[in-house]
Protein backbone atom coordinates (compact mmCIF):
# COMPACT_ATOMS: atom_id res chain seq x y z
CA UNK A 1 0.00 0.00 0.00
CA UNK A 2 0.93 4.17 -1.02
CA UNK A 3 -0.45 7.00 0.49
CA UNK A 4 -1.63 8.95 -2.25
CA UNK A 5 -4.42 11.88 -2.66
CA UNK A 6 -7.69 10.63 -3.76
CA UNK A 7 -6.97 13.00 -6.84
CA UNK A 8 -3.56 11.12 -7.80
CA UNK A 9 -5.52 7.88 -7.46
CA UNK A 10 -8.32 8.65 -9.45
CA UNK A 11 -6.37 10.02 -12.46
CA UNK A 12 -3.73 7.63 -12.39
CA UNK A 13 -6.43 4.69 -12.43
CA UNK A 14 -8.05 6.53 -15.16
CA UNK A 15 -4.90 6.23 -16.59
CA UNK A 16 -4.52 2.72 -15.93
CA UNK A 17 -7.95 1.58 -17.40
CA UNK A 18 -6.91 3.06 -20.68
CA UNK A 19 -8.11 6.27 -20.69
CA UNK A 20 -6.54 8.94 -22.49
CA UNK A 21 -8.47 11.60 -22.99
CA UNK A 22 -10.39 14.00 -20.04
CA UNK A 23 -12.70 16.50 -21.42
CA UNK A 24 -14.46 19.21 -20.08
CA UNK A 25 -14.66 23.01 -18.50
CA UNK A 26 -12.62 23.02 -15.11
CA UNK A 27 -14.08 24.15 -12.01
CA UNK A 28 -12.30 25.15 -8.70
CA UNK A 29 -13.00 22.00 -7.77
CA UNK A 30 -11.24 19.88 -9.92
CA UNK A 31 -8.28 21.90 -9.79
CA UNK A 32 -6.32 19.34 -8.03
CA UNK A 33 -7.14 16.57 -10.33
CA UNK A 34 -6.29 19.03 -13.50
CA UNK A 35 -2.67 19.77 -12.08
CA UNK A 36 -2.45 15.44 -11.51
CA UNK A 37 -3.10 15.29 -14.80
CA UNK A 38 -0.62 17.77 -16.26
CA UNK A 39 1.48 15.74 -14.50
CA UNK A 40 1.07 12.23 -15.60
CA UNK A 41 2.07 10.97 -18.91
CA UNK A 42 -0.53 9.22 -20.86
CA UNK A 43 -3.56 11.24 -20.18
CA UNK A 44 -4.00 14.39 -21.18
CA UNK A 45 -7.14 17.31 -20.17
CA UNK A 46 -8.90 18.62 -23.13
CA UNK A 47 -10.77 22.08 -22.58
CA UNK A 48 -14.29 22.63 -24.11
CA UNK A 49 -16.00 25.17 -24.95
CA UNK A 50 -18.84 23.78 -23.27
CA UNK A 51 -20.11 20.52 -21.13
CA UNK A 52 -22.27 19.53 -23.65
CA UNK A 53 -19.47 19.46 -26.28
CA UNK A 54 -17.47 17.54 -23.32
CA UNK A 55 -19.82 14.61 -23.11
CA UNK A 56 -20.11 14.27 -27.37
CA UNK A 57 -16.64 14.03 -27.17
CA UNK A 58 -16.55 11.49 -24.40
CA UNK A 59 -19.11 9.46 -25.90
CA UNK A 60 -17.17 8.94 -28.97
CA UNK A 61 -13.99 7.62 -27.62
CA UNK A 62 -15.89 5.39 -25.69
CA UNK A 63 -16.90 3.98 -28.74
CA UNK A 64 -13.89 4.45 -31.05
CA UNK A 65 -11.55 3.05 -28.19
CA UNK A 66 -13.08 0.12 -25.89
CA UNK A 67 -12.31 2.33 -23.03
CA UNK A 68 -14.78 4.25 -21.37
CA UNK A 69 -14.63 7.86 -22.50
CA UNK A 70 -14.56 10.34 -19.51
CA UNK A 71 -16.08 13.95 -19.49
CA UNK A 72 -16.25 16.68 -16.34
CA UNK A 73 -18.60 19.29 -15.45
CA UNK A 74 -19.04 21.11 -11.89
CA UNK A 75 -21.61 21.92 -10.25
CA UNK A 76 -25.43 23.01 -10.71
CA UNK A 77 -25.36 24.46 -14.55
CA UNK A 78 -21.72 21.94 -15.19
CA UNK A 79 -23.89 18.95 -14.58
CA UNK A 80 -27.09 19.90 -16.51
CA UNK A 81 -24.82 21.00 -19.16
CA UNK A 82 -22.80 17.31 -19.23
CA UNK A 83 -26.15 15.75 -18.84
CA UNK A 84 -26.75 16.22 -23.01
CA UNK A 85 -24.04 14.12 -23.97
CA UNK A 86 -24.78 11.71 -21.14
CA UNK A 87 -27.90 10.52 -22.43
CA UNK A 88 -25.99 9.94 -26.05
CA UNK A 89 -24.07 7.48 -24.42
CA UNK A 90 -27.06 5.58 -22.67
CA UNK A 91 -28.76 5.49 -26.31
CA UNK A 92 -25.70 5.42 -28.60
CA UNK A 93 -24.56 2.60 -26.30
CA UNK A 94 -21.30 4.52 -25.59
CA UNK A 95 -19.18 3.50 -22.31
CA UNK A 96 -18.43 6.57 -20.39
CA UNK A 97 -17.80 7.74 -16.74
CA UNK A 98 -19.18 11.47 -16.27
CA UNK A 99 -17.69 13.14 -13.27
CA UNK A 100 -19.20 15.80 -11.40
CA UNK A 101 -18.75 18.25 -8.65
CA UNK A 102 -21.10 17.29 -5.81
CA UNK A 103 -21.75 19.04 -2.83
CA UNK A 104 -19.84 17.94 0.62
CA UNK A 105 -21.71 15.99 2.47
CA UNK A 106 -22.57 18.67 5.30
CA UNK A 107 -24.65 21.32 2.94
CA UNK A 108 -26.10 18.35 0.61
CA UNK A 109 -29.18 18.67 1.69
CA UNK A 110 -29.10 22.82 2.46
CA UNK A 111 -30.23 25.22 0.03
CA UNK A 112 -27.23 26.35 -1.96
CA UNK A 113 -26.28 28.38 -4.70
CA UNK A 114 -25.39 26.27 -7.78
CA UNK A 115 -26.81 22.95 -5.87
CA UNK A 116 -29.04 20.31 -7.43
CA UNK A 117 -29.21 16.43 -6.62
CA UNK A 118 -26.46 15.41 -9.27
CA UNK A 119 -27.77 11.27 -8.44
CA UNK A 120 -30.87 12.43 -9.03
CA UNK A 121 -30.65 14.08 -12.43
CA UNK A 122 -28.06 11.37 -13.99
CA UNK A 123 -29.80 8.55 -12.21
CA UNK A 124 -32.44 8.29 -15.39
CA UNK A 125 -29.47 8.77 -18.01
CA UNK A 126 -26.95 5.88 -16.93
CA UNK A 127 -26.22 3.08 -16.12
CA UNK A 128 -25.20 3.74 -12.52
CA UNK A 129 -24.56 6.71 -10.72
CA UNK A 130 -22.37 6.21 -7.27
CA UNK A 131 -20.11 9.30 -5.42
CA UNK A 132 -16.68 8.86 -4.57
CA UNK A 133 -15.37 8.01 -1.11
CA UNK A 134 -11.77 8.62 -0.31
CA UNK A 135 -11.28 5.10 0.96
CA UNK A 136 -12.45 3.57 -2.01
CA UNK A 137 -11.67 5.42 -5.26
CA UNK A 138 -9.53 2.23 -6.86
CA UNK A 139 -13.18 0.02 -6.33
CA UNK A 140 -15.50 2.46 -7.25
CA UNK A 141 -13.46 3.49 -10.69
CA UNK A 142 -13.04 0.17 -11.44
CA UNK A 143 -16.57 -1.05 -10.85
CA UNK A 144 -17.88 1.95 -12.78
CA UNK A 145 -15.94 1.09 -15.87
CA UNK A 146 -16.70 -2.58 -15.35
CA UNK A 147 -20.17 -1.16 -15.68
CA UNK A 148 -19.63 1.11 -18.32
CA UNK A 149 -18.22 -1.49 -20.86
CA UNK A 150 -20.46 -4.26 -19.84
CA UNK A 151 -23.33 -5.18 -22.48
CA UNK A 152 -25.23 -3.14 -23.54
CA UNK A 153 -22.55 -0.87 -22.53
CA UNK A 154 -22.97 2.96 -21.22
CA UNK A 155 -22.48 5.85 -18.83
CA UNK A 156 -22.06 5.96 -15.12
CA UNK A 157 -22.05 8.72 -13.14
CA UNK A 158 -19.60 9.52 -10.52
CA UNK A 159 -20.02 12.31 -8.08
CA UNK A 160 -17.12 14.64 -6.38
CA UNK A 161 -17.74 15.61 -3.61
CA UNK A 162 -16.09 19.59 -3.17
CA UNK A 163 -12.85 18.99 -1.22
CA UNK A 164 -12.29 15.26 -1.44
CA UNK A 165 -9.31 16.07 -4.10
CA UNK A 166 -6.25 16.59 -1.32
CA UNK A 167 -7.50 13.79 1.15
CA UNK A 168 -5.19 10.78 1.62
CA UNK A 169 -6.68 7.95 -0.07
CA UNK A 170 -4.69 4.27 -0.09
CA UNK A 171 -3.96 3.04 -3.33
CA UNK A 172 -4.50 -0.95 -3.16
CA UNK A 173 -3.05 -2.59 -5.55
CA UNK A 174 -6.32 -4.41 -5.88
CA UNK A 175 -6.91 -6.86 -9.66
CA UNK A 176 -9.55 -4.30 -12.35
CA UNK A 177 -12.79 -6.59 -12.80
CA UNK A 178 -13.72 -7.13 -16.20
CA UNK A 179 -16.81 -6.44 -17.70
CA UNK A 180 -19.79 -8.72 -17.51
CA UNK A 181 -19.53 -10.77 -21.00
CA UNK A 182 -23.10 -12.50 -22.60
CA UNK A 183 -23.18 -16.20 -21.45
CA UNK A 184 -23.36 -18.54 -23.98
CA UNK A 185 -26.90 -19.13 -25.50
CA UNK A 186 -29.01 -21.64 -23.80
CA UNK A 187 -29.47 -25.02 -26.52
CA UNK A 188 -32.92 -25.02 -26.42
CA UNK A 189 -33.03 -21.50 -28.01
CA UNK A 190 -30.46 -22.72 -30.44
CA UNK A 191 -32.23 -25.67 -31.75
CA UNK A 192 -35.47 -23.80 -31.91
CA UNK A 193 -33.58 -21.22 -34.11
CA UNK A 194 -32.12 -23.26 -36.46
CA UNK A 195 -35.06 -25.47 -37.03
CA UNK A 196 -37.04 -21.77 -38.24
CA UNK A 197 -34.23 -21.67 -40.41
CA UNK A 198 -34.74 -24.65 -41.65
CA UNK A 199 -38.44 -24.48 -42.66
CA UNK A 200 -37.92 -20.49 -43.47
CA UNK A 201 -37.93 -19.97 -47.07
CA UNK A 202 -37.08 -16.12 -47.63
CA UNK A 203 -35.44 -14.91 -44.27
CA UNK A 204 -33.78 -11.39 -44.22
CA UNK A 205 -31.03 -10.42 -42.02
CA UNK A 206 -31.62 -7.35 -40.01
CA UNK A 207 -28.32 -6.31 -38.57
CA UNK A 208 -27.63 -3.67 -35.19
CA UNK A 209 -25.67 -2.11 -33.33
CA UNK A 210 -24.85 -5.14 -30.95
CA UNK A 211 -23.35 -6.43 -33.92
CA UNK A 212 -21.17 -4.15 -34.36
CA UNK A 213 -20.06 -4.36 -30.85
CA UNK A 214 -19.91 -8.40 -31.26
CA UNK A 215 -17.33 -7.73 -34.16
CA UNK A 216 -19.08 -10.56 -36.42
CA UNK A 217 -18.78 -8.68 -39.40
CA UNK A 218 -17.14 -11.74 -41.34
CA UNK A 219 -19.27 -14.18 -39.91
CA UNK A 220 -22.89 -12.10 -40.85
CA UNK A 221 -21.18 -12.26 -44.45
CA UNK A 222 -21.08 -15.98 -44.57
CA UNK A 223 -23.96 -16.79 -43.49
CA UNK A 224 -25.91 -14.23 -45.88
CA UNK A 225 -23.21 -15.61 -48.74
CA UNK A 226 -23.93 -19.15 -48.41
CA UNK A 227 -27.52 -19.11 -47.89
CA UNK A 228 -28.15 -15.96 -50.73
CA UNK A 229 -29.93 -13.90 -48.14
CA UNK A 230 -31.05 -10.51 -48.01
CA UNK A 231 -29.29 -7.82 -45.65
CA UNK A 232 -30.43 -4.33 -44.24
CA UNK A 233 -28.90 -2.63 -41.68
CA UNK A 234 -29.75 0.28 -38.99
CA UNK A 235 -27.77 3.36 -39.53
CA UNK A 236 -25.58 3.08 -36.75
CA UNK A 237 -24.72 -0.51 -37.88
CA UNK A 238 -23.25 0.98 -41.24
CA UNK A 239 -19.89 -0.90 -42.85
CA UNK A 240 -20.88 -4.32 -41.34
CA UNK A 241 -21.83 -5.08 -45.03
CA UNK A 242 -20.37 -3.17 -48.17
CA UNK A 243 -22.78 -1.14 -49.98
CA UNK A 244 -21.80 -3.14 -53.77
CA UNK A 245 -22.11 -7.08 -51.75
CA UNK A 246 -24.55 -8.72 -53.24
CA UNK A 247 -26.51 -9.37 -50.14
CA UNK A 248 -26.97 -5.61 -49.39
CA UNK A 249 -30.29 -4.73 -49.34
CA UNK A 250 -30.08 -0.99 -47.49
CA UNK A 251 -30.60 0.61 -44.34
CA UNK A 252 -33.77 1.05 -42.17
CA UNK A 253 -35.49 4.50 -41.09
CA UNK A 254 -33.49 6.71 -43.76
CA UNK A 255 -33.83 8.17 -46.92
CA UNK A 256 -36.00 6.18 -49.27
CA UNK A 257 -36.22 3.64 -46.62
CA UNK A 258 -40.00 2.60 -48.58
CA UNK A 259 -37.84 1.15 -51.47
CA UNK A 260 -35.63 -0.93 -48.60
CA UNK A 261 -39.29 -2.00 -47.44
CA UNK A 262 -40.42 -3.61 -50.99
CA UNK A 263 -37.43 -6.12 -49.87
CA UNK A 264 -37.47 -6.76 -46.89
CA UNK A 265 -41.50 -7.12 -46.75
CA UNK A 266 -40.93 -10.40 -49.17
CA UNK A 267 -39.79 -12.35 -45.85
CA UNK A 268 -41.52 -15.04 -44.32
CA UNK A 269 -38.69 -14.84 -41.24
CA UNK A 270 -37.02 -12.10 -39.95
CA UNK A 271 -33.27 -12.73 -38.24
CA UNK A 272 -32.70 -9.73 -36.00
CA UNK A 273 -28.67 -9.98 -35.47
CA UNK A 274 -27.44 -6.92 -32.80
CA UNK A 275 -30.58 -5.50 -33.30
CA UNK A 276 -31.37 -2.92 -30.69
CA UNK A 277 -34.31 -1.27 -31.27
CA UNK A 278 -32.52 2.47 -29.76
CA UNK A 279 -32.35 3.07 -33.32
CA UNK A 280 -35.65 2.07 -34.67
CA UNK A 281 -38.50 0.01 -33.03
CA UNK A 282 -39.25 -3.31 -34.75
CA UNK A 283 -43.05 -2.42 -35.00
CA UNK A 284 -42.23 0.91 -37.70
CA UNK A 285 -40.73 -1.66 -40.11
CA UNK A 286 -41.69 -5.44 -39.22
CA UNK A 287 -43.22 -7.32 -42.31
CA UNK A 288 -46.22 -9.53 -40.24
CA UNK A 289 -43.90 -12.93 -39.92
CA UNK A 290 -41.95 -14.47 -36.85
CA UNK A 291 -39.46 -12.76 -35.54
CA UNK A 292 -35.87 -14.43 -34.36
CA UNK A 293 -33.95 -12.14 -32.33
CA UNK A 294 -30.57 -12.82 -31.37
CA UNK A 295 -29.03 -10.93 -28.89
CA UNK A 296 -27.70 -9.83 -25.95
CA UNK A 297 -30.85 -8.50 -23.94
CA UNK A 298 -34.53 -10.02 -24.89
CA UNK A 299 -35.86 -8.67 -27.88
CA UNK A 300 -38.27 -5.39 -27.31
CA UNK A 301 -40.95 -5.94 -29.33
CA UNK A 302 -45.16 -5.77 -29.02
CA UNK A 303 -46.27 -9.11 -28.69
CA UNK A 304 -49.93 -8.67 -29.03
CA UNK A 305 -48.88 -7.43 -32.48
CA UNK A 306 -46.17 -9.36 -33.70
CA UNK A 307 -44.71 -13.04 -33.03
CA UNK A 308 -41.51 -13.46 -31.71
CA UNK A 309 -40.62 -17.06 -32.57
CA UNK A 310 -37.68 -17.14 -30.65
CA UNK A 311 -35.14 -14.87 -28.48
CA UNK A 312 -31.85 -16.42 -28.82
CA UNK A 313 -29.77 -14.43 -25.87
CA UNK A 314 -26.41 -14.55 -25.13
CA UNK A 315 -23.00 -14.60 -26.48
CA UNK A 316 -23.79 -13.12 -30.54
CA UNK A 317 -20.73 -15.12 -32.01
CA UNK A 318 -21.92 -18.49 -30.80
CA UNK A 319 -25.53 -18.43 -31.77
CA UNK A 320 -24.43 -16.95 -35.50
CA UNK A 321 -21.60 -20.28 -35.37
CA UNK A 322 -25.04 -22.57 -34.31
CA UNK A 323 -27.12 -20.89 -37.13
CA UNK A 324 -24.42 -21.68 -39.64
CA UNK A 325 -24.84 -25.05 -39.81
CA UNK A 326 -28.38 -25.25 -40.78
CA UNK A 327 -27.59 -22.28 -43.47
CA UNK A 328 -25.80 -23.80 -46.25
CA UNK A 329 -27.68 -24.19 -48.80
CA UNK A 330 -29.78 -21.45 -51.06
CA UNK A 331 -33.10 -20.28 -50.11
CA UNK A 332 -35.55 -18.42 -52.54
CA UNK A 333 -34.36 -15.30 -52.79
CA UNK A 334 -33.74 -14.05 -56.35
CA UNK A 335 -30.34 -12.26 -56.15
CA UNK A 336 -30.64 -10.71 -59.55
CA UNK A 337 -34.20 -8.69 -58.54
CA UNK A 338 -32.49 -7.60 -55.34
CA UNK A 339 -29.20 -6.11 -57.36
CA UNK A 340 -32.19 -4.30 -59.68
CA UNK A 341 -33.68 -2.72 -56.79
CA UNK A 342 -30.11 -2.04 -55.35
CA UNK A 343 -29.57 -0.56 -58.30
CA UNK A 344 -32.43 1.50 -58.41
CA UNK A 345 -31.90 2.70 -55.02
CA UNK A 346 -28.98 3.98 -55.47
CA UNK A 347 -29.75 5.83 -58.49
CA UNK A 348 -32.74 7.35 -57.27
CA UNK A 349 -30.43 9.02 -54.52
CA UNK A 350 -27.98 10.37 -57.52
CA UNK A 351 -27.73 14.09 -57.86
CA UNK A 352 -29.34 14.89 -60.71
CA UNK A 353 -30.84 18.64 -61.13
CA UNK A 354 -27.76 19.59 -62.58
CA UNK A 355 -27.95 22.11 -59.72
CA UNK A 356 -25.97 21.75 -56.12
CA UNK A 357 -27.76 20.06 -53.70
CA UNK A 358 -27.06 17.54 -50.97
CA UNK A 359 -26.85 14.80 -52.51
CA UNK A 360 -24.21 15.75 -54.92
CA UNK A 361 -22.16 17.54 -51.90
CA UNK A 362 -22.23 13.92 -50.58
CA UNK A 363 -21.02 12.83 -54.10
CA UNK A 364 -18.01 14.95 -54.09
CA UNK A 365 -17.07 14.72 -50.35
CA UNK A 366 -16.88 10.60 -50.67
CA UNK A 367 -14.80 11.20 -53.82
CA UNK A 368 -12.28 13.38 -51.66
CA UNK A 369 -12.19 11.84 -48.41
CA UNK A 370 -9.96 8.74 -48.56
CA UNK A 371 -11.23 5.24 -47.95
CA UNK A 372 -9.80 5.28 -44.36
CA UNK A 373 -10.83 8.75 -43.23
CA UNK A 374 -13.67 9.06 -40.41
CA UNK A 375 -16.94 10.71 -41.55
CA UNK A 376 -18.70 12.40 -38.59
CA UNK A 377 -22.36 13.65 -39.18
CA UNK A 378 -24.53 15.77 -37.49
CA UNK A 379 -28.37 15.40 -37.21
CA UNK A 380 -30.83 16.58 -39.52
CA UNK A 381 -32.26 16.15 -42.80
CA UNK A 382 -28.49 15.14 -44.41
CA UNK A 383 -28.32 12.19 -42.00
CA UNK A 384 -31.21 10.49 -43.90
CA UNK A 385 -28.82 10.88 -46.86
CA UNK A 386 -25.60 9.72 -45.25
CA UNK A 387 -27.71 6.28 -43.62
CA UNK A 388 -28.36 5.29 -47.34
CA UNK A 389 -26.03 6.88 -49.45
CA UNK A 390 -22.74 7.42 -47.83
CA UNK A 391 -20.74 4.02 -48.82
CA UNK A 392 -18.82 3.11 -45.68
CA UNK A 393 -15.79 0.29 -46.02
CA UNK A 394 -16.28 -0.48 -42.39
CA UNK A 395 -17.85 0.10 -39.22
CA UNK A 396 -16.33 3.08 -36.88
CA UNK A 397 -15.61 5.34 -40.31
CA UNK A 398 -18.98 6.82 -40.33
CA UNK A 399 -19.99 8.31 -36.63
CA UNK A 400 -23.36 9.31 -36.13
CA UNK A 401 -25.92 9.44 -33.11
CA UNK A 402 -29.13 7.52 -33.73
CA UNK A 403 -30.52 6.35 -30.71
CA UNK A 404 -29.67 10.09 -28.89
CA UNK A 405 -29.95 11.84 -32.45
CA UNK A 406 -29.06 15.17 -30.95
CA UNK A 407 -28.17 17.88 -33.31
CA UNK A 408 -24.48 19.65 -31.65
CA UNK A 409 -23.15 16.25 -31.99
CA UNK A 410 -20.84 16.04 -35.30
CA UNK A 411 -18.64 18.75 -34.79
CA UNK A 412 -17.59 17.14 -31.31
CA UNK A 413 -17.84 13.81 -32.67
CA UNK A 414 -15.38 14.64 -35.48
CA UNK A 415 -12.67 16.09 -32.72
CA UNK A 416 -13.19 13.16 -30.55
CA UNK A 417 -12.40 10.90 -33.71
CA UNK A 418 -9.15 12.64 -35.01
CA UNK A 419 -7.87 12.31 -30.65
CA UNK A 420 -8.56 8.64 -30.54
CA UNK A 421 -7.17 8.08 -34.21
CA UNK A 422 -5.02 10.89 -34.94
CA UNK A 423 -3.16 9.32 -38.28
CA UNK A 424 -6.91 9.09 -39.90
CA UNK A 425 -8.39 11.67 -42.08
CA UNK A 426 -11.65 13.16 -40.46
CA UNK A 427 -14.16 15.06 -41.53
CA UNK A 428 -17.51 16.17 -40.26
CA UNK A 429 -21.14 17.17 -42.27
CA UNK A 430 -22.84 19.33 -40.42
CA UNK A 431 -26.30 21.27 -41.28
CA UNK A 432 -26.18 24.95 -41.02
CA UNK A 433 -28.42 24.14 -37.98
CA UNK A 434 -26.45 21.84 -35.90
CA UNK A 435 -23.70 24.32 -36.78
CA UNK A 436 -24.91 26.99 -34.36
CA UNK A 437 -25.54 24.76 -31.75
CA UNK A 438 -21.67 23.78 -31.89
CA UNK A 439 -19.83 26.42 -33.25
CA UNK A 440 -18.03 27.25 -29.93
CA UNK A 441 -16.20 23.67 -30.33
CA UNK A 442 -13.99 25.08 -32.99
CA UNK A 443 -12.22 26.90 -30.50
CA UNK A 444 -11.66 23.48 -28.93
CA UNK A 445 -9.97 22.10 -32.01
CA UNK A 446 -7.79 25.40 -32.35
CA UNK A 447 -6.32 24.79 -29.06
CA UNK A 448 -5.55 21.14 -30.07
CA UNK A 449 -4.39 22.26 -33.50
CA UNK A 450 -6.42 19.16 -34.87
CA UNK A 451 -6.42 19.20 -38.62
CA UNK A 452 -10.41 17.90 -39.57
CA UNK A 453 -12.35 19.57 -42.41
CA UNK A 454 -15.96 20.50 -41.21
CA UNK A 455 -17.92 20.40 -43.92
CA UNK A 456 -21.36 22.90 -43.25
CA UNK A 457 -24.08 22.71 -45.93
CA UNK A 458 -25.75 25.86 -45.89
CA UNK A 459 -29.42 26.16 -47.11
CA UNK A 460 -30.68 28.27 -44.43
CA UNK A 461 -33.36 25.47 -43.01
CA UNK A 462 -34.04 23.49 -41.02
CA UNK A 463 -35.50 21.29 -43.62
CA UNK A 464 -37.21 18.15 -41.86
CA UNK A 465 -39.40 19.93 -39.94
CA UNK A 466 -40.11 22.39 -42.80
CA UNK A 467 -41.08 19.29 -44.83
CA UNK A 468 -43.37 18.03 -42.32
CA UNK A 469 -44.84 21.15 -41.98
CA UNK A 470 -45.71 21.30 -45.80
CA UNK A 471 -47.21 17.76 -45.73
CA UNK A 472 -49.39 19.14 -43.46
CA UNK A 473 -50.07 21.62 -45.79
CA UNK A 474 -48.95 24.06 -42.75
CA UNK A 475 -46.93 27.74 -43.95
CA UNK A 476 -43.45 27.69 -43.59
CA UNK A 477 -42.64 28.99 -39.60
CA UNK A 478 -40.28 29.21 -37.72
CA UNK A 479 -38.06 26.93 -39.58
CA UNK A 480 -35.82 29.56 -41.86
CA UNK A 481 -32.50 29.89 -39.40
CA UNK A 482 -30.91 33.19 -40.52
CA UNK A 483 -31.86 34.46 -43.78
CA UNK A 484 -30.02 34.53 -47.22
CA UNK A 485 -26.88 34.43 -45.71
CA UNK A 486 -23.62 32.64 -45.46
CA UNK A 487 -22.31 31.33 -42.14
CA UNK A 488 -19.85 34.82 -41.64
CA UNK A 489 -16.13 36.31 -42.64
CA UNK A 490 -13.58 33.92 -43.88
CA UNK A 491 -12.72 32.60 -40.37
CA UNK A 492 -14.37 31.89 -37.39
CA UNK A 493 -12.52 31.32 -33.77
CA UNK A 494 -9.36 31.11 -36.15
CA UNK A 495 -10.62 28.57 -38.26
CA UNK A 496 -10.50 29.59 -41.93
CA UNK A 497 -13.37 29.15 -44.08
CA UNK A 498 -13.61 28.11 -47.80
CA UNK A 499 -16.46 28.24 -49.52
CA UNK A 500 -18.70 26.69 -52.42
CA UNK A 501 -21.66 27.58 -54.70
CA UNK A 502 -21.49 24.74 -56.99
CA UNK A 503 -19.33 20.79 -57.15
CA UNK A 504 -17.08 21.89 -59.10
CA UNK A 505 -15.81 24.58 -56.62
CA UNK A 506 -16.88 22.49 -53.46
CA UNK A 507 -14.39 19.65 -54.67
CA UNK A 508 -11.85 22.39 -55.26
CA UNK A 509 -11.52 23.56 -51.62
CA UNK A 510 -12.33 19.80 -50.14
CA UNK A 511 -8.81 19.43 -51.82
CA UNK A 512 -7.13 22.62 -50.34
CA UNK A 513 -8.76 21.93 -47.15
CA UNK A 514 -7.56 18.46 -47.01
CA UNK A 515 -4.18 19.18 -48.02
CA UNK A 516 -3.92 22.24 -44.79
CA UNK A 517 -2.55 21.20 -41.42
CA UNK A 518 -5.03 22.73 -38.97
CA UNK A 519 -9.29 22.86 -38.66
CA UNK A 520 -10.78 24.16 -42.03
CA UNK A 521 -14.23 24.70 -42.68
CA UNK A 522 -15.84 23.99 -45.83
CA UNK A 523 -19.38 26.11 -46.48
CA UNK A 524 -21.19 24.54 -49.56
CA UNK A 525 -24.18 26.48 -50.16
CA UNK A 526 -26.38 24.03 -51.29
CA UNK A 527 -30.84 23.60 -51.96
CA UNK A 528 -32.65 21.90 -49.79
CA UNK A 529 -35.43 20.64 -52.09
CA UNK A 530 -33.62 17.74 -52.80
CA UNK A 531 -34.48 16.16 -49.47
CA UNK A 532 -38.22 16.70 -50.38
CA UNK A 533 -38.73 13.72 -52.42
CA UNK A 534 -36.26 11.32 -50.79
CA UNK A 535 -36.44 11.41 -46.98
CA UNK A 536 -39.20 10.65 -44.09
CA UNK A 537 -40.50 7.87 -45.82
CA UNK A 538 -43.07 4.64 -44.47
CA UNK A 539 -40.61 2.02 -43.96
CA UNK A 540 -43.57 -0.61 -44.24
CA UNK A 541 -45.26 -0.92 -48.22
CA UNK A 542 -48.42 1.09 -48.48
CA UNK A 543 -48.28 3.29 -45.18
Known amino acids: MSEKTVAQLLIETLRDIGVR???????????????????????????????????????????????????????????????????????????????????????RDRTTQMGIDHQALFRPLTKKTTRLEPDRVQEILFQAASTA????????????????SALSASAVDAPQPEPERPPAPPQEALSKAQELL???????????????????????????EGAQLPIVLTPMAKGMVPEDHRCYAGVLFHALSDQVGQIHHQSDLVVGIGYDPVEFNY?????????????????????????????????IPLALKALSEVLSDGKDWDLQDLATRREQLFQNLASNSGGFGPCRAMEVLRQ???????????????????GQKWPTPQPGLQLMTNGWSSMGYGLPAAIAAKLCQPERPVCTVLGDGGFLMS?????????????????????????????????????????????????????????????????????????????????VIVEALIDSREYDSLVLKSDKPGC
Open 368 to 386: VLPQEGIMACDVGAHTHLV
Open 198 to 224: RRSRKPVLAIGLGAVRAGVRSEILKLA
Open 283 to 315: ESWLPQVPLLNIDTVAADLDRSQYELACDVIGD
Open 21 to 107: HVFGVPSGGWVDYMEVIRQTDGIDFVLTSHEGGASFMAAVCGRLTGAPGVCFGTLGPGATNLSTGVGCALLDRSPMIAFTDEMPEAI
Open 439 to 519: AGELATAVRENLHIVFVVLTDNDLALIRIKQQRKDNPIYGTPLKGPTTMGGDNIFGVPVLRASDPAQFEAELQTAFQQKGP
Open 149 to 164: LSERPGPVHVGLPVGM
